[in-house]
């Protein structure tokens, strides 16, 4: 049974800085693409950044310049740095693994809100 377990959530002041972590108790880690999403109440979860196997980078327009996604395969963990937080960051922030055929699987989510 895959498990994605997310960490590094919390209560941050505008303009701070979090780190949200996701391990994997999965084998062969570096095969699967890893993404970060995100779900404020009321709303849709959208796309945060992605990470392909392959190197590939991906982020919303709305965190350019302010995340960082990044991967330690021999940890089979996912990053995301996130820097200059704002009051529309809040939401509970999930991390994803798929191959890219049959198989994907989500975390349970952590809460990140900013707020002064």
């Known amino acids: 049974q895959v498990q994605l377990v997310e960490s590094g959530g919390g209560l941050v002041q505008p303009g701070g800085s979090l780190r949200l972590s996701c391990a994997a108790s999965?084998?062969?880690?570096?095969?699967?693409?890893v993404a970060w999403y995100r779900q404020a109440p009321g709303k849709q979860r959208d796309l945060v950044a992605s990470?392909?196997?392959?190197?590939?980078?991906n982020y919303a327009d709305s965190v350019k310049g302010r995340f960082t996604i990044s991967r330690d395969n021999a940890k089979s963990t996912v990053y995301l740095q996130m820097n200059s937080l704002k009051p529309e960051d809040t939401a509970v922030y999930y991390c994803?693994?798929?191959?890219?055929?049959?198989?994907?699987?989500w975390g349970q989510g952590t809460q990140v809100t900013v707020s002064s």
């Open positions: 994803k693994l798929w191959d890219g055929y049959s198989r994907e699987f």
């Open positions: 999965v084998t062969a880690f570096s095969i699967y693409n």
């Open positions: 990470l392909t196997r392959a190197g590939i980078i």
